[in-house]
């Protein structure tokens, strides 16, 4: 059989320590908890309402469901990880302008590469993504039309990592491609 207590305020005896509630239980209010302090709790914290924190929100652990309303101020990168240096490129590709970010599940592409001459073969790889965290599920084309009218088919992001250029066609002179794009890994 549970007991009620009903009082206004609970203060340690010398009005400055913590008031320590040793039972496995739940404390459960029906209206506000307010607290000058410090308010800890060794499991979890359990919330139907909005929690108001002025002071900010310190968290040592690690936040597993939820989301991130519009109002909130996000500070730094956000998790938006460069990847760049996990590719290698392939002999004879020149890649400049190339940018691989990895956020939320994607990664973000953007190369612009140049061959000195037309790609031999129906495919070619350019370059590699060694890190495998940043390859994709499965496999993604992009398109590609770039300077002097150079085409291909495709270019293909594979689940081994490589990025191969299918069916290049060289206008005239060196080869060139560029791709924007982005892949769920």
């Given at each position: ?8 305020k ?13 039972d ?32 900010g ?6 936040i597993s ?10 500070q ?16 004879g ?8 970010y ?32 940043y ?6 084309q992009?398109p ?10 495709f ?19 060196s ?9 769920r890994?």
């Amino acid at each position: 059989m549970s007991s009620i207590i009903k009082v206004g305020k609970v203060q340690s005896s010398t009005g400055q320590d913590a008031v320590t509630v040793a039972d496995s239980g739940a404390i459960t209010a029906n209206g506000n908890i307010t607290a000058n302090g410090n308010i800890t709790a060794s499991g979890t914290l359990t919330t139907t309402g909005a929690i108001t924190a002025s002071g900010g929100i310190a968290n040592a652990g690690t936040i597993s469901a939820g989301t991130v309303g519009n109002n909130v101020a996000v500070q730094g990168s956000f998790g938006v990880t460069d990847i760049s240096s996990d590719f290698t490129h392939n002999t004879g590709w020149s890649l400049s302008h190339f940018r691989a970010y990895s956020f939320n599940g994607f990664v973000f592409i953007t190369m612009q590469a140049s061959l000195g001459s037309t790609p031999s073969g129906a495919s070619q790889t350019i370059t590699t993504n060694g890190n495998s965290t940043y390859r994709p599920f499965e496999n993604f084309q992009m398109p590609t039309v770039s300077y002097q009218g150079d085409t291909a088919n495709f270019v293909r992001f594979s689940t081994n990592g490589e990025v191969i250029v299918g069916s290049p066609v060289n206008a005239s002179g060196s080869y060139y491609l560029v791709v924007n794009g982005f892949y769920r890994i």
